[in-house]
Nanobody, 123 residues
Framework: QLQASGGGLVQPGGSLGLSCAASGQFSRNYAMGWFRQAPGKEREFVATTRAGDTLYADSVKGRFTISRDNAKNTVYLQMNSLKPEDTAVYYC????????????????????WGQGTQVTVSS
């Protein structure tokens, strides 16, 4: 139900935009967000948005911007000033039920997951 796209290879300092289109209706009151997983590492939270509120991991704050078009059921992640450590498979995710805001950075709060898109930051 979630289809992510937009990954690729970019040089350090460059920019890349990801999109995640959801089939079916996802209320703006349910979070849609992004996680990432680098080789040999656990999946980690990147950013999420719900009802106009946003939350970012400290590692991406100021560089990444999450946005959402509720009419299109699509969430976006604009990534600027990319670093090699941003290299990972990026997954979009969506809540099936509303959780308290304090846990929306946890992967277990999300029931729907996209297939992942590879982002590689390298010169």
């Amino acid at each position: 139900q979630l289809q992510a796209s937009g990954g690729g290879l970019v040089q350090p300092g460059g920019s890349l935009g990801l999109s995640c289109a959801a089939s079916g209706q996802f209320s703006r009151n349910y979070a849609m967000g992004w996680f990432r997983q680098a080789p040999g590492k656990e999946r980690e939270f990147v950013a999420t948005t719900r009802a106009g509120d946003t939350l970012y991991a400290d590692s991406v704050k100021g560089r990444f911007t999450i946005s959402r078009d509720n009419a299109k059921n699509t969430v976006y992640l604009q990534m600027n000033s990319l670093k090699p450590e941003d290299t990972a498979v990026y997954y979009c995710a969506a809540e099936a039920r509303r959780h308290i805001w304090g846990v929306v950075a946890q992967a277990k709060s999300y029931d729907y997951w996209g297939q992942g898109t590879q982002v590689t930051v390298s010169s």
